[in-house]
């Protein structure tokens, strides 16, 4: 499974930004899929998951009421809506799938493949 991420950029505090998690493989909607960030000089660190069939989310508790995870099974791609943004959300955030069938987590060894990462910066 190859991950793509995109979406991020530089956006004022405040403001909104949509990143995407399209995947090459169709066993994709068949996994959980988490969202990571890591900022500079701070270790990598669980920001939401969606189960394969949406039933189960996990928010990080900073960023509940602001995040919305969701996902497009037909078009293989989960998404990440980020509302309402604050510098601290300043951070190169990565998309993750998990092996088929199996429950998304909040840890990251959970998760068997990786995007490449897409950055984003809030100004404040």
């Known amino acids: 499974v190859q991950l793509q991420a995109s979406g991020g950029g530089l956006v004022q505090a405040g403001g909104s930004l949509r990143l995407s998690c399209a995947a090459t493989?169709?066993?994709?909607?068949?996994?959980?899929t988490g969202w990571f960030r890591q900022a500079p000089g701070k270790e990598r660190e669980f920001v939401a998951a969606?189960?394969?069939?949406?039933?189960?989310?996990y928010y990080k508790d900073s960023v509940k009421g602001r995040f919305t995870i969701s996902r497009d099974n037909a078009k293989t791609t989960v998404y990440l809506q980020m509302n309402s943004l604050k510098p601290e959300d300043t951070a190169v955030y990565y998309c993750?799938?998990?092996?088929?069938?199996?429950?998304?987590?909040?840890?990251?060894?959970?998760?068997?493949?990786w995007g490449q990462g897409t950055q984003v910066t809030v100004s404040s």
């Open positions: 493989a169709p066993t994709y909607n068949s996994r959980a």
């Open positions: 969606i189960s394969w069939s949406s039933s189960v989310r």
């Open positions: 993750a799938a998990s092996r088929p069938e199996t429950p998304p987590s909040l840890r990251y060894e959970a998760y068997d493949f």
